[in-house]
């Protein structure tokens, strides 16, 4: 079969030039919500996440939670402060939800 050796695509289909899927070059982590809780209920999970994953997809880590519904003595919002400064110093960028309910987060810890 000597024109299977010169199909020019059979090479580049069995021999990328280059690597493709995830590489440390263009990783982008993002700290963003989640969403669980029932139809007219909400609630929230606060994940670290790569960007190009789906909302409710895969994540890196859970540091808290945000319950936009809480009633009585619910907690409102529960949030790692110290993993998502770690995660902050490394890269990671904060949604602007999540930016707001940080502040929050990080002011009721300082009081107590």
């Known amino acids: 079969m000597p024109h299977c050796r010169n199909f020019p695509y059979n090479r580049r289909l069995t021999l990328p030039s280059r690597q ?13 919500l989640t969403r669980g809780g029932a139809k007219k209920r909400p609630f ?4 670290v996440t790569d960007s190009r994953s789906a909302r409710d997809g895969r ?12 009633q009585g003595n619910e907690k409102r919002v529960e949030l790692n402060v110290e993993r998502v400064k770690h995660w902050v110093a490394n890269g990671a960028q904060l949604t602007d939800k999540v930016a707001v309910l940080y502040k929050e987060a990080a002011k009721a810890a300082a009081s107590a």
């Not at 929230?44 to 994940?47: A, D, L, P, Q, T």
């Not at 994540?59 to 809480?70: D, K, S």
Request: hydrophobic share 40%; aromatic share 10%; net charge positive.
């Open 20 to 32: 493709l899927g995830n590489t440390e070059s263009n990783l982008m982590v993002k700290i963003r």
């Open 59 to 70: 994540n890196i880590e859970r540091v808290g939670f945000y319950n936009p519904v809480a």
């Open 44 to 47: 929230y999970h606060i994940i």
